[in-house]
């Protein structure tokens, strides 16, 4: 009898582990990440008043290609005024692969900032694009094209828009961001990141610029360290922000950004 009940139980762990075996796996994937970084640089612009930043955010994706995403992250009250001095993301999109290694994504993305408003405007400076990118391999590129004023600029918020203010010239939707990347594989869990990136926005070309990085990530058990050198372009005249106590400073200027990152 006892043989029997031995046998009995053999035969019921394996068919336990041959069931979990064949069972076939989630359509869904939920991921979360945290970053704590010296500095939050929005396409080579500091957003933080070249101050620290702690960023997070969750990802849902299907198997089918379709995805949601929110991203959040601290910015400065002296650039985003009258809220919260709080940028969250919301997008969505879908990711298919036409041919082996190539990627395509086509997706929505809105930033929305609390309770912000340029000046006394009352203009939020939340704004919205669509996005259409490709990967293959190593290179990968995108390109955002502005459904709303770039960030709430028009002809209401034009003088109060920029450090130095700017003409009336019509709204800005309609201005686009070209991201182009390269990241290779350096060493074990070490990756060489590499970025150029050129922001139009339409009718106040004064405001346009291209922004560069050149980064380094190491992948680690606890988390993943990065060190870039972020540049740009950008005209100081206008790409500058003072804060109550006179304090001025150029938000494009090349700086070193320092980062931990975790992905969960």
Not at 33 to 58: C, E, H, W
Not at 168 to 178: A, F, N, P, V
Not at 190 to 216: A, C, F, M, P, W
Request: aromatic residues 16%; proline residues 2%; without cysteine.
């Amino acid at each position: 009898m006892k043989k029997l009940m031995l046998a009995a139980a053999v035969l019921a762990t394996f068919a336990t582990s041959a069931s979990a075996a064949d069972a076939p796996a989630s359509p869904h994937t939920f991921t979360g990440n945290m970053t704590v970084a010296t500095d939050y640089r929005f396409r080579g612009i500091s957003q933080t008043f070249k101050q620290p930043t702690l960023q997070g955010g969750f990802d849902y994706s299907h198997s089918s290609g379709f995805y949601l995403g929110n991203w959040n992250s601290n910015v400065s009250g002296v650039q985003y005024m009258n809220g919260a001095s709080l940028e969250m993301d919301f997008y969505g999109g879908y990711k298919f692969e036409p041919v082996k290694d190539l990627t395509l994504d086509v997706g929505a993305l809105y930033y929305y900032y609390p309770g912000s408003s340029i000046g006394t405007t009352g203009t939020k400076y939340n704004n919205g694009e669509l996005y259409f990118g490709a990967s293959y391999k190593w290179f990968s590129g995108k390109y955002s094209y502005g459904v709303t004023d770039f960030f709430g600029l028009n002809d209401t918020t034009a003088a109060a828009y920029a450090f130095t203010a700017l003409p009336t010239r019509g709204g800005s939707k309609g201005s686009g961001y070209l991201d182009l990347n390269a990241n290779f594989e350096i060493a074990e869990k070490t990756t060489l990141n590499l970025h150029i990136g050129r922001q139009t926005v339409k009718n106040y070309g004064e405001l346009s610029y291209t922004d560069y990085k050149i980064g380094v990530s190491k992948e680690f058990s606890f988390a993943t360290l990065g060190a870039a050198i972020v540049a740009t372009n950008a005209n100081k005249n206008y790409w500058k922000a003072v804060n109550g106590a006179g304090d001025t400073k150029e938000l494009g200027t090349t700086t070193l950004v320092l980062s931990v990152s975790k992905t969960f």
